[in-house]
T-cell receptor, first 114, second 112 residues
């Protein structure tokens, strides 16, 4: 149980276009999901907390107009990288809390902007 | 954002050896978690700790929640090649849906 599915696993897009990443909790409901970004050989950095039915909470320094988050249902949160640029290339990972024992993470999305 | 200090940053060990890594914070946490991340994948939970002083095992893995609530360590006994990966500690404050603060990571490589 407690599976989080993230799609796509890899995406290459042209500079200036937008990319949507989906995060689904498959066997549990998640009122809150989290989006992280991870650069090569670095740790996970929290970008934003996604709340079902309300606005996301962004960490300091993360542009909310660039990284649009929508959490329209208890099992789906989406992250849209708008007007992507090469510096947005990174590994994006979502997670959801499934019980007190901690969080389950998706398998990540490798975004490459060319 | 804040990160927890994790050491060592990387280690090369021989198969069969024991491994120890630790994580320290300037602030206290109510929960400590240890994750392993394989290349191109998301982190997978190894051990969760909920009380100061708690010592918990999961197979060859043992982790402890520091008494000050500002640190934790993870031990791996009799390492095997599939232990290769990056290990992250993470701290969480009380309450559900509290965000995690991750450590800087320890990269483990095991040689035969």
């Amino acid at each position: 149980g407690a599976v989080v599915s993230q799609h796509p696993s890899r995406v290459i897009c042209k500079s200036g276009t937008s990319v949507k990443i989906e995060c689904r909790s498959l066997d549990f409901q998640a009122t809150t999901m989290f989006w992280y970004r991870q650069f090569p050989k670095q740790s996970l950095m929290l970008m934003a907390t996604s709340n079902e039915g309300s606005k996301a909470t962004y960490e300091q320094g993360v542009e909310k107009d660039k990284f649009l988050i929508n959490h329209a249902s208890l099992t789906l949160s989406t992250l849209t990288v708008t007007s992507a640029h090469p510096e947005d290339s990174s590994f994006y990972i979502c997670s959801a809390e499934w019980d007190i024992r901690g969080y389950t993470f998706g398998s990540g999305t490798r975004l490459t902007v060319v | 954002g804040q990160q927890l200090n994790q050491s060592p940053q990387s280690m090369f060990i021989q198969e069969g050896e024991d491994v120890s890594m630790n994580c320290t914070s300037s602030s206290i946490f109510n929960t400590w978690l240890w994750y392993k991340q394989d290349p191109g994948e998301g982190p997978v939970l190894l051990i969760a700790l909920y009380k100061a002083g708690e010592l918990t095992s999961n197979g060859r893995l043992t982790a402890q929640f520091g008494i000050t609530r500002k640190d934790s360590f993870l031990n791996i006994s009799a390492s095997i090649p599939s232990d290769v990966g990056i290990y992250f500690c993470a701290g969480r404050l009380t309450g559900t849906a509290s965000k995690l603060t991750f450590g800087t990571g320890t990269r483990l490589q095991v040689t035969l």
